[in-house]
Structures are given as structure tokens and as C-alpha cells.
């Protein structure tokens, strides 16, 4: 089992791509009640892919920590995690 949490991205706002600082993630389409299934998506040792539910384009960057994204704000944190 992996000893780290998969980061969960969004894309509300319509961005035709996010770069983000990981090669396996989840994208759930735009925040709750307007998400998509909770897909699992791996690069494998790509650089780019395509979420099959929204289309949204991501791209590796590995100058972004795990949880930065460019555009910036598209790190999707459930409701329950944001109260700490």
C-alpha cells in the first residue's frame, strides 16, 4: 500500500489545462454536487493526461510540489479536511 495520500484535483473554472506535480492523482470534475466519479488517473512515464470524464488536459510538472497547481487553486480538499 502507498505510504502517501493520492492529491485529488478540481477544475471549476474551466482551465483547458492544469499542471500539477504528480503523475497519479484523482480528478473529480468540478467541486461537489457538480463533480464527476472520483476517477484515478496514472501517467505512468508520461508527461500529459486527459481526464476521460471532463476532458480536462493535465500536465506534469515536477517543479510543483504534490500539491501546488498551475493555474494555482486547483487542489480539491474535501469539506470535512479544510476545518483544521
Not at 32 to 47: A, I, S
Request: glycine letters at 8%.
Amino acid at each position: 500500500m502507498s505510504d502517501h495520500a493520492i492529491p485529488h484535483f478540481h477544475n471549476d473554472t474551466g482551465h483547458q489545462v492544469i499542471e500539477i506535480g504528480v503523475q497519479e492523482f484523482m480528478c473529480v470534475g468540478a467541486n461537489p454536487p457538480f463533480d464527476h466519479p472520483h476517477v484515478y488517473l496514472d501517467m505512468g512515464d508520461g508527461t500529459e493526461m486527459v481526464c476521460p470524464y471532463c476532458s480536462t488536459l493535465y500536465r506534469y510538472n515536477p517543479d510543483l510540489h504534490q500539491t501546488e497547481t498551475k493555474p494555482a487553486g486547483c487542489l480539491y480538499v474535501e469539506a470535512d479536511n479544510k476545518a483544521a
